[in-house]
Every structure is written in structure tokens, then in C-alpha cells.
């Protein structure tokens, strides 16, 4: 008797439940920031639900020059508020931006690449 699966009864890698508690262990805190209004936060991409997060990823990444329309999809209703009251430049929400970024920089990638 051989040991190599059949074509019937394909050889079982794992299960769901083991990749998203191993997954979960990975999680870190989100990117947060102090507008003066209170805290804002930038839930995490990877711990989002995955096709939530394929949208938003390809919204930000396709779309960087809609920042209003980014920050609508990834902030909650009341911190993109707090964002809005604070009436940043074009420069000042560009850094915004980018330090979120840096900060998922495993999920967006190195500036540049």
C-alpha cells in the first residue's frame, strides 16, 4: 500500500480555522493619530475582511489623488469627521497619507515600488 494520495482523496494541508488563528496572532495595533477633535484610527488592512480590504487596497492604490473618497472607505463615518474639521492642506494630508502607508508599508509596499 502506497502512501501517496489518490487522486480521489487529495492529501488535507491544513485547515481554515488554523490559518486564521495563526493569522490573528499577527495582528498588530492600527495606525492611529490625534487631530483636535480626538483620536483617529486606520483600521488594518490585513485584518479586515479579505475581499473589504481587496477593494480598498485597489481604491487607495488606483485612486491616490481622491483622498476624500479614500478616507471615506477606510476611516469610520465619525473619524473621517474629525479629519474633515481639521482642514489640512494638500501637503499636510499628502503626509497624513503617507505615514498610514508606511506604517501597512507590508500591505502597500516601499514608496517606489
Do not use: C, H
Not at 76 to 84: G, I, L, R, T, Y
Not at 96 to 112: E, I, N, R, T
Amino acid at each position: 500500500m502506497s502512501n501517496t494520495p489518490s487522486k480521489d482523496s487529495p492529501t488535507v494541508l491544513g485547515s481554515i480555522q488554523e490559518i486564521q488563528k495563526n493569522a490573528n496572532e499577527l495582528d498588530r495595533q492600527p495606525a492611529s493619530f490625534m487631530t483636535s477633535e480626538g483620536r483617529i484610527t486606520f483600521p488594518d488592512p490585513m485584518t479586515m475582511d479579505a475581499f473589504e480590504s481587496d477593494d480598498l487596497l485597489s481604491f487607495v492604490v488606483g485612486n491616490s489623488s481622491d483622498s476624500r473618497a479614500a478616507l471615506k472607505r477606510w476611516l469610520s463615518d465619525e473619524d473621517f469627521a474629525k479629519v474633515e474639521k481639521e482642514k489640512m492642506t494638500r501637503r499636510a494630508l499628502g503626509d497624513l497619507m503617507g505615514k498610514v502607508q508606511a506604517y501597512y508599508s507590508d500591505v502597500f509596499g516601499a514608496p517606489g515600488e
